[in-house]
């Protein structure tokens, strides 16, 4: 398709459009009123989904925990604290605001002291958060609401009077760009954020995205920025001690360097306390080294743990307390896509352990105090069951799960016990070596093609790691094949793997997913007759390149909140914040890189395409329901297979966090849709 015919379907209030949406909804419902096994899949995804429990690592303040937490049952994650007597009290319930559950927690953060709570909340999936803030004693706002913060970063000042945050400026000075011109502010508590003072941001791309942390000792700020989406990081540090807080003097640490860097101050080590750095310059799956925070530029770093030639070095925690032999570092990786951890000496980085993790996992961030202490908390996530936390002790090197005392403990873990996963590799058309999940009911082998579910991501960097997927058990457990393959373009073997799937290699990202799909056929583990796809967001960017590059290959196809438009995806949404990743079509060759695969522009009349089910929201604000509109509208009129194409409008959401309901109907409509086109327990 060399025209735009459909650009009028990008205004959402025009009558048309509406008309056009309205006569989707129409036909969605129709067709959802068919499919047999959507009672099924939403009986067995509320199991899964509402009937687990599930909490974040603790983050140790001021003597007490603090986590989120989603009770079986709940709708949304609360933030608990737990006292250092074992008692556990909800601080924030975002059903306490909304009982619609319209309302979603985005971020929260605990003084130092553990005396307060910074917390951000959005309404309507939006993801246009504001910021409060309690009183952890008595449960009371004592601050805010500051808005236009979407889920910043919050660097607590050490007596707690105070924090430095990021927000965007008023959207009435700067309209049509509502999400961007962000600027990095020092906030004290008690007084109008339009008093706040601006400490740095002024003349810089309207896209850039900024983080702050400080030191636990309050000297040291540090604080990074990137333009939009990209891998590289600017990194600056200032001396608190030597300057007005709310006037600090920035040094550059790492400044136009083709990397991503951050540091991690820890007070109490030598004058100026000791800087970690962790980063993948020089070292594109990271590396650990040391410095020191009064000059910590690229040349005094000294390497504590190098490079490892096959794993991904992703977070670290140190462990010093006195009553260890000496401080430790705890160090976590992913090794091709499977998480692992290892135990190292903080004087040289020599390796003392690599402790066992539960199965075939993931590891969540690392979480330890800020200054002495001899303990960690992790998640471990698998695919098919719920996570769980881990707390790694280091005077006895165990790793065991951990509830806190008094608290009433999650329900078990959702399992998928009936399922075998397994990690497959398989060569794409360049003959790259790619590795699959792929789960299947229990056996060495295939016994008999299966209707099967193909889906990835492969985009900025983003490692598909084992998360829990309750889709997956659901779809096993319906008698299906489902695999996820770690494509190009995503982080899973470092930074060379993400850059061989971005810009003008975009395609290789493709290649890789035509390939899975060809490798689960040969291995006969399904037909194309019988494989359904789908993908989300950039996912669903793939997916929609993957029905107009190959639409033979693919019975069905479920794009949730696509890219389809890549001619025109700078122009709404978040769009200007990922030309890093994708190109621009400002530029001629970037423009040729992103037609040559873009799928609106693909679509071809009288091509038998596979069946399609556009999923948006209505309030995503990172990627506009137009692409889908379009994209739908585009392929209802070209395909000569008879197939349905259609589209599922939701209304009250967004992108991302959403209520555990309104997860259960979209997973539901998802995997009944493609049980209706693939044949799930059809033999």
Same mark, same amino acid.
């Given at each position: 398709?060399?025209?735009?015919?459909?650009?009028?379907?990008?205004?959402?209030?025009?009558?048309?459009?509406?008309?056009?949406?309205?006569?989707?909804?129409?036909?969605?419902?129709?067709?959802?009123?068919?499919?047999?096994?959507?009672?099924?899949?939403?009986?067995?995804?509320?199991?899964?989904?509402?009937?687990?429990?599930?909490?974040?690592?603790?983050?140790?303040?001021?003597?007490?925990?603090?986590?989120?937490?989603?009770?079986?049952?709940?709708?949304? %994650?609360?933030?608990?604290?737990? =006292?250092?007597?074992?008692?556990? /009290? +909800?601080?924030?319930?975002? *059903?306490? !605001?909304? $009982? #619609?559950?319209?309302?979603?927690?985005?971020?929260?953060?605990?003084?130092?002291?553990?005396?307060?709570?910074?917390?951000?909340?959005?309404?309507?999936?939006?993801?246009?958060?504001?910021?409060?803030?309690?009183?952890?004693?008595?449960?009371?706002?004592?601050?805010?609401?500051?808005?236009?913060?979407?889920?910043?970063?919050?660097?607590?000042?050490?007596?707690?009077?105070?924090?430095?945050?990021?927000?965007?400026?008023? %959207?009435?000075?700067?309209?049509? =760009?509502?999400?961007?011109?962000? /600027? +990095?502010?020092?906030?004290? *508590?008690? !007084?109008? $954020? #339009?008093?706040?003072?601006?400490?740095?941001?002024?003349?810089?791309?309207?896209?850039?995205?900024?983080?702050?942390?400080?030191?636990?000792?309050?000297?040291?700020?540090?604080?990074?920025?990137?333009?939009?989406?990209?891998?590289?990081?600017?990194?600056?540090?200032?001396?608190?001690?030597?300057?007005?807080?709310?006037?600090?003097?920035?040094?550059?640490?790492?400044?136009?360097?083709?990397?991503?860097?951050?540091?991690?101050?820890?007070?109490?080590?030598?004058?100026?306390?000791?800087?970690?750095?962790?980063?993948?310059?020089?070292?594109?799956?990271?590396?650990?080294?040391?410095?020191?925070?009064?000059?910590?530029?690229?040349?005094?770093?000294?390497?504590?743990?190098?490079?490892?030639?096959?794993?991904?070095?992703?977070?670290?925690?140190?462990?010093?307390?006195?009553?260890?032999?000496?401080?430790?570092?705890?160090?976590?990786?992913?090794?091709?896509?499977?998480?692992?951890?290892?135990?190292?000496?903080?004087?040289?980085?020599?390796?003392?352990?690599?402790?066992?993790?539960?199965?075939?996992?993931?590891?969540?961030?690392?979480?330890?105090?800020?200054?002495?202490?001899?303990?960690?908390?992790?998640?471990?996530?698998?695919?098919?069951?719920?996570?769980?936390?881990?707390?790694?002790?280091?005077?006895?090197?165990?790793?065991?799960?951990?509830?806190?005392?008094?608290?009433?403990?999650?329900?078990?873990?959702?399992?998928?016990?009936?399922?075998?996963?397994?990690?497959?590799?398989?060569?794409?058309?360049?003959?790259?070596?790619?590795?699959?999940?792929?789960?299947?009911?229990?056996?060495?082998?295939?016994?008999?093609?299966?209707?099967?579910?193909?889906?990835?991501?492969?985009?900025?960097?983003?490692?598909?790691?084992?998360?829990?997927?309750?889709?997956?058990?659901?779809?096993?457990?319906?008698?299906?094949?489902?695999?996820?393959?770690?494509?190009?373009?995503?982080?899973?073997?470092?930074?060379?793997?993400?850059?061989?799937?971005?810009?003008?290699?975009?395609?290789?990202?493709?290649?890789?997913?035509?390939?899975?799909?060809?490798?689960?056929?040969?291995?006969?583990?399904?037909?194309?007759?019988?494989?359904?796809?789908?993908?989300?967001?950039?996912?669903?960017?793939?997916?929609?390149?993957?029905?107009?590059?190959?639409?033979?290959?693919?019975?069905?196809?479920?794009?949730?909140?696509?890219?389809?438009?890549?001619?025109?995806?700078?122009?709404?949404?978040?769009?200007?914040?990922?030309?890093?990743?994708?190109?621009?079509?400002?530029?001629?060759?970037?423009?040729?890189?992103?037609?040559?695969?873009?799928?609106?522009?693909?679509?071809?009349?009288?091509?038998?395409?596979?069946?399609?089910?556009?999923?948006?929201?209505?309030?995503?604000?990172?990627?506009?329901?137009?692409?889908?509109?379009?994209?739908?509208?585009?392929?209802?009129?070209?395909?000569?297979?008879?197939?349905?194409?259609?589209?599922?409008?939701?209304?009250?959401?967004?992108?991302?966090?959403?209520?555990?309901?309104?997860?259960?109907?979209?997973?539901?409509?998802?995997?009944?849709?493609?049980?209706?086109?693939?044949?799930?327990?059809?033999?």
């Amino acid at each position: 398709m060399d025209d735009d015919r459909y650009r009028w379907l990008e205004d959402p209030s025009s009558p048309e459009t509406v008309s056009w949406v309205g006569r989707r909804d129409a036909e969605f419902a129709r067709a959802a009123r068919t499919w047999t096994a959507r009672g099924r899949f939403t009986g067995s995804l509320r199991r899964l989904c509402a009937d687990r429990g599930s909490a974040s690592a603790p983050r140790p303040a001021g003597g007490r925990l603090f986590r989120s937490v989603l009770r079986p049952g709940g709708e949304h %994650p609360v933030v608990e604290v737990v =006292e250092p007597g074992g008692e556990v /009290r +909800v601080l924030f319930d975002p *059903l306490w !605001t909304d $009982p #619609a559950g319209g309302t979603t927690l985005e971020a929260w953060e605990p003084a130092w002291d553990g005396r307060l709570l910074a917390y951000q909340v959005a309404g309507g999936g939006t993801e246009h958060s504001s910021l409060y803030v309690l009183d952890v004693d008595t449960g009371a706002v004592v601050d805010g609401p500051i808005d236009r913060v979407r889920r910043t970063t919050v660097a607590w000042l050490p007596d707690g009077t105070g924090f430095y945050y990021v927000r965007r400026l008023d %959207p009435a000075l700067n309209p049509g =760009e509502e999400q961007y011109h962000r /600027r +990095v502010y020092l906030h004290t *508590l008690g !007084t109008p $954020p #339009a008093d706040d003072t601006q400490i740095f941001g002024d003349g810089r791309d309207k896209t850039q995205h900024y983080t702050v942390a400080i030191a636990a000792d309050g000297r040291w700020l540090v604080l990074t920025a990137s333009a939009g989406t990209s891998p590289r990081k600017d990194v600056w540090i200032a001396d608190l001690a030597a300057t007005d807080p709310g006037k600090p003097v920035f040094t550059a640490v790492q400044e136009g360097v083709d990397a991503r860097t951050s540091l991690h101050i820890r007070p109490g080590t030598g004058a100026d306390g000791a800087c970690y750095v962790l980063t993948d310059l020089d070292a594109g799956r990271g590396r650990l080294a040391v410095t020191t925070p009064g000059n910590p530029t690229p040349e005094t770093w000294v390497d504590l743990v190098g490079e490892d030639p096959e794993a991904v070095l992703e977070d670290f925690a140190v462990l010093d307390d006195p009553r260890l032999a000496r401080p430790l570092l705890l160090l976590a990786w992913t090794r091709h896509a499977v998480g692992e951890i290892t135990v190292h000496d903080l004087a040289d980085g020599r390796r003392l352990a690599t402790p066992p993790v539960p199965g075939l996992g993931s590891i969540g961030r690392l979480r330890a105090a800020a200054s002495a202490g001899g303990e960690a908390w992790f998640v471990f996530s698998t695919f098919t069951a719920s996570p769980v936390v881990y707390r790694f002790d280091a005077g006895t090197g165990a790793v065991e799960r951990w509830d806190p005392p008094g608290a009433a403990a999650p329900a078990e873990p959702a399992t998928g016990a009936e399922i075998t996963a397994r990690q497959v590799v398989y060569p794409s058309r360049d003959g790259t070596p790619v590795r699959m999940f792929v789960f299947a009911p229990p056996g060495d082998r295939p016994d008999r093609p299966r209707p099967a579910i193909l889906t990835g991501y492969g985009g900025f960097g983003v490692s598909m790691t084992p998360a829990y997927a309750p889709e997956i058990v659901a779809w096993v457990a319906a008698g299906g094949v489902y695999a996820l393959a770690n494509l190009r373009g995503g982080g899973e073997e470092g930074e060379a793997w993400h850059r061989a799937g971005m810009r003008a290699r975009k395609q290789n990202t493709f290649d890789d997913f035509h390939a899975a799909a060809d490798h689960l056929t040969a291995q006969g583990w399904t037909t194309p007759a019988r494989l359904g796809i789908w993908g989300s967001s950039n996912g669903g960017l793939l997916v929609g390149a993957a029905l107009t590059q190959h639409p033979e290959k693919y019975a069905a196809v479920v794009c949730v909140a696509p890219l389809l438009d890549m001619a025109r995806y700078e122009e709404s949404g978040l769009g200007p914040s990922w030309v890093e990743e994708y190109g621009t079509a400002a530029d001629p060759e970037q423009r040729g890189w992103l037609m040559s695969y873009s799928p609106y522009h693909h679509v071809r009349a009288g091509r038998r395409y596979p069946a399609a089910l556009f999923m948006v929201f209505d309030g995503d604000s990172r990627v506009d329901p137009l692409h889908a509109r379009k994209m739908c509208a585009a392929l209802r009129d070209a395909s000569t297979s008879g197939e349905p194409v259609l589209f599922r409008l939701e209304r009250g959401v967004g992108h991302g966090a959403r209520a555990t309901s309104s997860q259960v109907g979209l997973l539901a409509d998802l995997l009944a849709f493609l049980y209706d086109r693939v044949g799930v327990g059809g033999g």
